[in-house]
Nanobody, 125 residues
Framework: QVQLQESGGGSVQTGASLRLSCAAS????????WAWFRQAPGKQREGVAY???????GYADSVKGRFTISQDNAKNTLDLEMDSLKPEDTAMYYC???????????????????WGQGTQVTVSS
């Protein structure tokens, strides 16, 4: 079965950078839709960034220009480079993957079947 494992979280100060990674196993199709989500305490899980089956990325407005998503098909890994971190970026970060996601739902938590366990990112002021 598909398994996802995130790594790279940590505690940093405002303005710092972090790089999250997600290693996938059990993938059998040639292409997938990949995404990063985050969930802060007491808040809904929200989409942060995605890469569609053609390798085209997209971002939530709150992270556009600061976060960069990348995916390596050969290694079945997904990365999220996070720069200029802010306290409001503090959350548990999850990677997700699915064989198909409708264009209108690429940042919807309901659109993805497979999820990792998450990695914590804490940004202090």
């Amino acid at each position: 079965q598909v398994q996802l494992q995130e790594s790279g979280g940590g505690s940093v100060q405002t303005g710092a950078s972090l790089r999250l990674s997600c290693a996938a196993s059990g993938l059998t199709a040639p292409t997938y839709f990949w995404a990063w989500f985050r969930q802060a305490p007491g808040k809904q899980r929200e989409g942060v960034a995605y890469i569609d089956m053609n390798g085209i990325p997209g971002y939530a407005d709150s992270v556009k220009g600061r976060f960069t998503i990348s995916q390596d098909n050969a290694k079945n890994t997904l990365d999220l480079e996070m720069d200029s971190l802010k306290p409001e970026d503090t959350a548990m970060y999850y990677c997700a993957v699915d064989r198909w996601v409708a264009p209108s739902r690429l940042l919807s938590k309901y659109a993805y079947t497979y999820w990792g366990q998450g990695t914590q990112v804490t940004v202090s002021s």
